[in-house]
């Protein structure tokens, strides 16, 4: 893959100032370029009764049955699910989560090093803002591109201080296997050839997206992360810090998140749906903010090459169940994804057959 296709997703990015830098100063009422009116409260009463799936990785590789099929249903009605025992190393979650929080309280003068160039995705600030009306999520947001090793930005990646750089290389390679095996474990559920899928994940791209939401004297009129589904395959994502905020659309109704302790949360992405010929569903979510506390998270997100076309797997189009997605080189899903406003799983449509 040319190293520069992933750097180029992003090309009609504006510049926004840092929320983080915003959130120090004394203030009881926010800017109006951060009030998102009428947004529908979350269903606390709902998720009383309906948290996503939990599910074991150790029951999986054991071939457990019920585990498998506890899975299956996660992926086909939630597109959202806890991993516990996922058998990555304490110690690694440890250190990437000490790092990332040292990063979001470097005094700006560091982090200004890493700010993003205009219409770049990468670096230090915002992501998806096309246009100057637009209304501004709260939040600051650090992106690099990690996987394969040669798409990472040479004026970037090699500058990430340490022990924080060392933290996320080890993190990344963690997570990449992680990633494989849970591809391997949704080719078994579905009943395809594994290569089906694989192949399509040999050098799997990545990405991180390290969150960092202030706190907020107004949180119900303000939004960090606005409704999205992801584009990518497989997003498996960090709780760095007890502050919870992660919420997804479950029967129309917004449903909070309560992450364990060192669990992953991990999600279904539009690629993902695509590939398997909306099988597994990706899912909206979004993320709120606390009025006093700070909140840090980590998304990773796994996705075919670059150069790779994606469409229906073959073995899951059948009479009964014809190609719902047309087919799309991955880069250009990615553009035309990044070129936009998040808004709730709507950018799938372009893919959409209609009819089908
Ligand atoms: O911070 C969260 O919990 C959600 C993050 C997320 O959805 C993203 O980064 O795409």
């Given at each position: 893959m040319d190293p520069q296709i992933a750097n180029k997703l992003g090309t009609s990015l504006l510049l926004v100032p840092s929320v983080h830098e915003l959130a120090?100063?004394?203030?009881t009422i926010v800017p109006e370029r951060y009030i998102h009116p009428n947004q529908d409260p979350p269903s606390v009463e709902f998720a009383t009764s309906h948290q996503v799936p939990v599910i074991d990785l150790n029951k999986l590789l054991s071939e457990d049955e019920n585990e498998l099929e506890k899975f299956d249903l996660a992926c086909k009605e939630w597109g959202f699910f806890q991993l516990i025992n996922?058998?990555?190393n304490p110690s690694t979650l440890e250190k990437v989560k000490i790092s990332v929080e040292e990063f979001f309280s470097l005094p700006m003068k560091e982090k200004k090093k890493f700010w993003q160039n205009q219409?770049?995705?990468?670096?230090y600030g915002q992501n998806f803002?096309?246009?100057?009306?637009q209304k501004l999520e709260w939040a600051d947001l650090f992106y690099i591109f990690t996987l394969?090793?040669?798409?990472?930005?040479p004026h970037l990646f090699p500058c990430i201080p340490q022990p924080f750089r060392e933290a996320v290389e080890s993190y990344s390679l963690e997570l990449e296997k992680l990633c494989m095996t849970i591809i391997k474990l949704m080719a078994k559920t579905l009943k395809i050839k594994p290569n089906e899928l694989l192949e399509l994940f040999e050098d799997v791209s990545q990405a991180m997206r390290m969150n960092c939401y202030p706190p907020c004297p107004q949180p119900e009129h303000v939004?960090?992360?606005?409704p999205h589904s992801d584009a990518g395959a497989l997003t498996i994502l960090l709780q760095?810090?007890?502050t919870e905020g992660l919420e997804i659309r479950k029967d129309g109704m917004w449903v909070p998140i309560k992450p364990f302790s060192n669990a992953f949360v991990i999600n279904i992405g539009d690629i993902l749906e695509i590939l398997t010929n909306g099988i597994y569903r990706s899912i909206e979510h979004r993320a709120t903010i606390n009025s006093e506390k700070q909140r840090i998270s980590i998304a990773t997100f796994h996705g075919p090459q670059m150069n790779k076309i994606i469409g229906p797997t073959p073995s899951l189009v059948t009479p009964d169940r014809p190609a719902l997605f047309k087919r799309i080189g991955v880069a250009d899903y990615y553009k035309g994804y990044f070129s936009r406003?998040?808004?709730?799983?709507?950018?799938?449509?372009?893919v959409r057959i209609q009819n089908a």
């Open positions: 120090k100063q004394p203030m996922h058998g990555i219409g770049d995705l990468e670096g803002v096309v246009s100057e009306e394969p090793s040669y798409v990472r930005n939004i960090g992360l606005n760095v810090n007890d406003e998040l808004n709730g799983k709507s950018y799938l449509d372009v």
